[in-house]
């Protein structure tokens, strides 16, 4: 079997630099509190899957001190995301983890319902497809898998918009690749989604419930 690193994209938790269409309903301390704690049950799933490499793709970079109060287990591989946009710093993770005969699963951290059996189940699809995908309510995707690199998936993309998802399975229709959909998921972005988020995950991240 084909090994399998999952690439999970994150900013440094800082209030102010992260979640920042949240602050109105949570404030900046708030939100940044729960981008952590994102962080934390994304790396949390992403272990737990036990499907190949963890490696936590960061901006800014690993060595950066606005890392400094965010604990990391120590089993994970970092790495930095880079410049340039989404799309650019993406690209370059993915190309360089199919360059080394892996996989790549890459997902960010706004997504609690992708846990570690989703990841099992992506994992496992991504044996006998060439990609596959989790879209987002909003229109993007949290999960992205690949077995091949193709720039055209990550170019000139408007991303954060409804459309990214849609655009990404079109570009994949043209290559001729087999694709695996799986069921469409709701990232945390904006007030409204706040209603979903999970009781226990309110809890752990020190804010108020909704």
């Known amino acids: 079997m084909k090994p399998v690193r999952i690439l999970i994209f994150a900013k440094a938790p800082l209030p102010g630099r992260v979640k920042t269409r949240l602050i109105p309903a949570l404030g900046a301390d708030g939100a940044a509190r729960l981008a952590a704690r994102l962080l934390a049950h994304a790396l949390e799933q992403a272990r737990a899957a036990g499907v190949g490499p963890v490696e936590l793709c960061m901006s800014p970079a690993p060595d950066s001190p606005e890392w400094t109060s965010t604990p990391l287990p120590p089993d994970i591989a970092t790495s930095d995301q880079g410049a ?121 991240a020190v804010i108020d419930p909704f």
């Not at 996989?103 to 706004?110: E, N, R, S």
């Not at 695996?180 to 995950?201: F, N, Y």
């Open 84 to 204: 340039g946009d989404l799309g650019r710093r993406m690209a370059r993770a993915s190309q360089r983890c199919i360059n080394a005969g892996e996989a790549a699963l890459l997902i960010g951290t706004d997504c609690p319902g992708l846990d570690a059996e989703r990841l099992r189940q992506a994992a496992a699809r991504l044996q006998d497809h060439d990609a596959v995908i989790h879209p987002a309510e909003d229109g993007g995707y949290p999960l992205l898998g690949l077995n091949a690199f193709a720039p055209e998936l990550f170019a000139d993309m408007r991303w954060s918009t409804p459309a990214v998802a849609r655009l990404t399975l079109e570009r994949m229709a043209a290559l001729g690749w087999r694709v695996w959909i799986g069921e469409t998921l709701r990232d945390i972005d904006v007030p409204a989604d706040l209603a979903s988020l999970p009781k226990w995950l309110c809890q752990t």
